[in-house]
Structures are given as structure tokens and as C-alpha cells.
């Protein structure tokens, strides 16, 4: 890709692929899991720096019209068409596919709708995931009791899927949790995992409920 970005053509490249990098860059700050590859952000690419431009025309035209307005510098106003601008743009895009605005009116269009998280388990285990209990069980039969809380950690590698829980419990016949002793923390690798519950902790439960 070098050899194709002279200082001839590095202009035309920032206007119409760099600025649409950019803004998937800066959206994808607000997306839980895996990073698409270069060659498959190259069309959106694309069509994000011709909206970039867009909004850059539509904005410098808004300029215009104010009354005895600076004229600012060339470089600084490449810097702001290609930078900064499409920085913004991929924060507001981030920021409403996380409040997610507009799922349902795409969904109505038959639209593609794109999620914040990209996979369920990124979904799961994500940023808005409170502490709570959970219950692993595998296809052989096997059950873990464990917490996963503030100091636990879920992998987002595709490739491997693994979470740390910070306490393990046994459950008694009476549905009763109790921690194990000596306390202890676990590892799991999920590979043969059929199920992942989630059970919410009381003292949140409590919170919620006086929150309403």
C-alpha cells in the first residue's frame, strides 16, 4: 500500500479512505469484541469518507454564511476534513449503535442491523455486565459455581474463549451458595461448554429495587 501513497495522491487518499478509517476506528471504541480486518473495512471505508465529505461541505457551507468569519488555513482545514471531523462522526456513530436508536427503525427497513457487540458471548460478558453469579455446565456434565465480579475477566479473542472467576461456591441440596474453602479462584477454558447462566447477586437485586 506504500508504493500507491505518494505525496501526488496522499491528499485524495486521506479524503476518501483515511477519514471512513478513521471513523470506524473511533466507532469501534464503542463495539464489544472482535476488529474486522483491513480488507474487510475498505468498502465502508469508502462510503464513510464520502459521507465525511458530505458533512464537511454541508459544514464549510454553514461557515460561509457567518458574518465576517476567519479564514482559516488550508492545512488546517485539511487537518479538520480528514481528522478531526471524521473523529467526531465515529463517535456520534458509536455512541448511538450503543444506545441503539435506531435497531428498530432498521429493523422495519429489513435493514442489516449491527449490534454493540459483535458475538452473544462478547454480549454477555460485557461492559454493562454487573457482578453476578454464574453456573458453567458442560456437554460431560460438569457444573462450576463460581462469581464473576469486578476482579474476574472474560476473554474477547474469537479464537479462545475462557473466563476467571474470583471465588468458586458449592451448592447445597437447599439451593444455598457457599463459598468454598479455602477460598479459591478458577481459570475455565470453555471449550465443550453447552451453557452460561447468569444469576443476579441479592445486594444488586436490593439496589434495583429501591432504584424503582
Do not use: C
Not at 4 to 25: M, W
Not at 82 to 87: E, K, R, T
Not at 133 to 140: A, G, K, N, P
Amino acid at each position: 500500500m506504500n508504493s500507491l501513497i505518494t505525496p501526488d495522491n496522499f491528499e485524495f487518499f486521506a479524503r476518501y479512505l483515511l477519514a471512513g478509517l478513521i471513523v470506524i476506528s473511533v466507532r469501534s471504541r464503542f463495539v464489544v469484541g472482535e476488529r474486522p480486518k483491513l480488507t474487510e473495512q475498505l468498502v465502508e471505508a469508502v462510503a464513510l469518507s464520502l459521507i465525511n465529505q458530505l458533512a464537511f461541505l454541508f459544514l464549510a457551507s454553514l461557515w460561509s454564511l457567518v458574518p465576517a468569519a476567519p479564514v482559516l488555513p488550508a492545512r488546517g482545514v485539511f487537518f479538520l476534513e480528514v481528522l478531526v471531523l471524521p473523529a467526531t462522526l465515529g463517535a456520534l456513530f458509536g455512541w448511538n449503535l450503543s444506545l441503539g436508536w435506531n435497531r428498530s427503525l432498521l429493523r422495519r427497513l429489513s435493514m442489516p442491523v449491527q449490534n454493540p457487540a459483535r458475538r452473544a458471548y462478547d454480549f454477555a460478558f460485557g461492559k454493562h455486565r454487573g457482578p453476578s453469579f454464574v453456573i458453567v455446565t458442560f456437554t460431560d456434565g460438569t457444573v462450576v459455581h463460581g462469581l464473576f465480579g469486578e476482579e474476574s475477566l472474560a476473554a474477547s479473542d474469537g479464537n479462545r474463549g475462557d473466563i476467571y472467576l474470583e471465588r468458586l461456591y458449592h451448592v447445597a441440596d437447599d439451593g444455598q451458595w457457599a463459598e468454598v474453602v479455602p477460598p479459591r479462584a478458577m481459570l475455565l477454558s470453555l471449550e465443550g461448554m453447552r451453557s452460561i447462566e447468569f444469576l443476579e447477586l441479592e445486594g444488586e437485586r436490593e439496589r434495583t429495587d429501591d432504584a424503582g
